[in-house]
């Protein structure tokens, strides 16, 4: 098992002292002496150093990088070459292979005091799972993941009009009873809630339904004991569809509304677009549709009855704070046959959003899309990367970088199928990447990257029937977490470019599903789900 660290942070100087002790960690500050894997994940582990004084152990930092100890290097004392548990490199990349328990060793040289050692124990276990409903009669929820200075994790809930506080280990609701996101009567609808980036609470965007197609754009401050601090309410009535909401580098709220639009008659149009809203006390209102660069014009997305708009919109944040929304918009092209008529496109259109430039829309790719969900962004990791599907069945990679858009497509597939969202993940420790698409007939397939898109591994496929939606989340070391949905149940497997696990049958999870998020919290993945059956529900895997 993970234990909690027994040292402290060092604040201290020491310069020039002698390390004490080495320790394996699965994160940095968590020493184990014990680790649980299932078979198929990938994992890293890091080395502490230490050093004594009359105050106790203090940590001084991960031990490949530190100035005190070389030949830093891990491996497995006790490996069965018929049946290996686990693979394991030098730098505690490891990838579980098969159930059984296996030694692991750390070792390190410091010229001070020679060579230095620590152990722990790694078991490879085949799907433990733990799952529990958490609220019942639930349209629709949206959850995020807040770190406090006391390494504490909370998770902030909204269910219709209500926001709960949840302990992250037991995910017991904190407060009774659940707080109101704004009045007891007001009519709350679309709301999306996401952490501040300071770890002070929560902001809330969401709809105040005034009438028919007359939602006010809103948001509220709520600090992390659940109390709302302020919110704040656009001027223009929208027809919101759904809320994206951001807290930029300036460390302002800015909420994002995917609205109807409607003709100059007051009929609707057919088309979804782009409303942003910004109230920064120092400087005022901030609020308009977004619109293209080149055309002066709102962006357009079309209305898909049968495709829901979170496959159509993607949206994200870096480590910078800016904000990206993806999405597939038309745009009028001319007529190759007859230039003067125009003819509708999908193209993607990807929207940054940032304190000194404001909102620009660029066109990513510069291809036709298969469809308006042939796409995917991914944030997670440094700046904003896109996969994207052509209408010639082409997969390509595009990456951000300092700023720009890297012109060079890197083409991962040429039979992907487009009525299909393929899947582009990366891990928020090392910046491995994961891509998982749809190929032909019940085929799936896989490329990792564990450089951030240079190079990538061979393909890896598998079969699985009934597949209708899929939620990812990358790992350490090329790996990912995959939640497959089918009409009645939900699945999970690890894959990466080493091994895949087979698919297995989450019990007692009953489908169809409305919607699926994932969270990493120390070495666990707590999954929250919907179903139809408006039960709201978390699993939680190592």
């Known amino acids: ?266 009929t609707k149009k057919d088309t979804l677009s782009l409303y942003a809203f910004k109230h920064n006390l120092s400087s005022g209102i901030t609020e308009g549709f977004i619109t293209d660069p080149q055309t002066s014009k709102f962006i357009e997305v079309p209305i898909f009855q049968s495709i829901p708009a979170h496959k159509i919109v993607k949206s994200g944040q870096d480590a910078s704070g800016v904000a990206y929304i993806a999405l597939g918009a038309t745009m009028a092209y001319p007529n190759s046959n007859q230039p003067d008529v125009g003819e509708q496109r999908l193209r993607l259109k990807v929207v940054s959003i940032d304190p000194a430039k404001g909102a620009v829309a660029e066109e990513v790719g510069g291809v036709e899309l298969a469809s308006p969900q042939a796409f995917d962004l991914d944030t997670h990791f440094g700046s904003a990367r896109v996969v994207f599907i052509s209408n010639q069945s082409e997969l390509f990679f595009m990456r951000k970088q300092q700023g720009v858009w890297v012109p060079t497509m890197t083409k991962l597939s040429m039979s992907a199928n487009g009525a299909f969202s393929p899947k582009i993940i990366s891990s928020e420790e090392d910046g491995s990447i994961a891509v998982l698409w749809k190929g032909s007939g019940d085929q799936f ?47 999970s497997f690890f894959a990466s470019g080493g091994i895949t696990s087979s698919p297995t049958t989450l019990p007692g999870i009953s489908g169809p599903f409305q919607k699926v998020q994932i969270f990493r919290e120390r070495g666990k993945l707590k999954v929250f789900y919907l179903n139809t059956a408006k039960e709201l529900g978390v699993f939680t895997l190592p």
């Open 1 to 266: 098992m993970v234990g909690v660290a027994l040292f402290s942070a060092c604040s201290m100087n020491y310069e020039g002292v002698k390390p004490s002790s080495i320790a394996i960690q699965a994160f940095e500050g968590d020493v184990i002496d014990e680790l649980d894997l299932q078979v198929g994940m990938t994992h890293r582990l890091y080395g502490g150093v230490f050093v004594s004084s009359s105050t106790g152990e203090h940590f001084l930092g991960e031990a490949s990088k530190s100035e005190f100890l070389k030949d830093v290097e891990f491996s497995v004392v006790d490996e069965n070459a018929q049946n290996p548990v686990v693979s394991l490199e030098p730098n505690g990349c490891v990838q579980a292979l098969g159930a059984g328990s296996t030694l692991i060793k750390l070792k390190a040289f410091s010229i001070h005091r020679g060579q230095m050692e620590a152990y722990a124990r790694l078991t490879v276990r085949t799907q433990p799972f733990s799952k529990r409903v958490i609220r019942t009669n639930v349209e629709d929820f949206s959850v995020d993941q807040l770190f406090l200075a006391d390494q504490k994790t909370v998770y902030g809930l909204t269910t219709g009009s209500q926001f709960h506080l949840l302990e992250g280990a037991t995910l017991n609701t904190l407060y009774q009873p659940s707080f109101h996101i704004e009045s007891a009567s007001a009519s709350i609808a679309q709301a999306r809630l996401f952490s501040d980036r300071q770890g002070q609470g929560f902001l809330i965007g969401y709809g105040r339904t005034q009438a028919q197609n007359e939602d006010r754009l809103s948001y509220g401050v709520f600090n992390a004991q659940g109390s709302r601090v302020s919110f704040f309410d656009s001027s223009r009535k929208l027809a919101i569809r759904k809320i994206y909401g951001f807290q930029l580098s300036d460390g302002i709220p800015i909420v994002v509304a995917l609205s109807e639009n409607f003709k100059t008659d007051g």
């Open 445 to 491: 397939h896989l490329r990792i990257s564990r450089d951030g898109g240079g190079l990538w591994s061979a393909t890896r496929t598998w079969t699985m029937s009934g597949l209708q939606d899929w939620t990812a989340y990358a790992l350490p070391c090329g790996g990912a977490t995959v939640i497959a949905e089918t009409a009645s149940s939900l699945l």
